[in-house]
T-cell receptor
Framework: GENVEQHPSTLSVQEGDSAVIKCTYSDSASNYFPWYKQELGKRPQLIIDIRSNVGEKKDQRIAVTLNKTAKHFSLHITETQPEDSAVYFC??????????FGTGTRLTVIP | DAGVIQSPRHEVTEMGQEVTLRCKPISGHNSLFWYRQTMMRGLELLIY????????DSGMPEDRFSAKMPNASFSTLKIQPSEPRDSAVYFCASSLKDYTEAFFGQGTRLTVV
């Protein structure tokens, strides 16, 4: 099946700085790439997604980029705030509609 | 819609006992996923159903685990017999089939002692 790798596993940034999380995937047929945020003790929730016919998508302070040739995609958070502290997961949905997740990045924003 | 509903929220059981986790997907969704979350392994896909049919169960760790979806509004994940290493948070998620957001339930925290 699909193999999604995510880096880094932990990330600490100063409030106001940017954070970047990177993921790679193995199945070239994957065509939908969501990012989820999970706060402590809560369920993962979608924050942004991108489809394979788009190279970049932005929603306020969050942006995602996709490079299908290299099979990698990234999450960018600008002007980070303490409430951005959480675990972030990337995922890839294959042509068979399976949804595979990366191992997560624990982001800490230091006030 | 109340979202994806899982029960129970917490389960503590003794090693060797049977455990059944339940999930009600969002009405109209035709894909259902079961995940297991641990600190070490993150979110592992256990099994994926489409239109109530198991499509991929390659993530099911061993024969002690089984999952069913008897109809579009209900799924179960059963562990028999349970072992301490099964302790984790189990999430159910549902989505529409074609490349749309998966919505997660609140999860079941399973502790096997």
């Amino acid at each position: 099946g699909e193999n999604v790798e995510q880096h880094p596993s932990t990330l600490s940034v100063q409030e106001g700085d940017s954070a970047v999380i990177k993921c790679t995937y193995s199945d070239s047929a994957s065509n939908y790439f969501p990012w989820y945020k999970q706060e402590l003790g809560k369920r993962p929730q979608l924050i942004i997604d991108i489809r394979s016919n788009v190279g970049e998508k932005k929603d306020q302070r969050i942006a995602v980029t996709l490079n299908k040739t290299a099979k990698h995609f990234s999450l960018h958070i600008t002007e980070t705030q303490p409430e951005d502290s959480a675990v972030y997961f990337c995922a890839a949905k294959t042509g068979a509609n399976n949804l595979f997740f990366g191992t997560g990045t624990r982001l800490t924003v230091i006030p | 819609d109340a979202g994806v509903i899982q029960s129970p929220r917490h389960e503590v059981t003794e090693m060797g006992q049977e455990v059944t986790l339940r999930c009600k997907p969002i009405s109209g969704h035709n894909s259902l996923f079961w995940y297991r979350q641990t600190m070490m392994r993150g979110l592992e896909l256990l099994i994926y159903f489409n239109n109530n049919v198991p499509i991929d169960d390659s993530g099911m760790p061993e024969d002690r685990f089984s999952a069913k979806m008897p109809n579009a509004s209900f799924s179960t994940l059963k562990i028999q017999p349970s072992e301490p290493r099964d302790s984790a948070v189990y999430f159910c998620a549902s989505s529409l089939k074609d490349y749309t957001e998966a919505f997660f339930g609140q999860g079941t925290r399973l502790t096997v002692v």
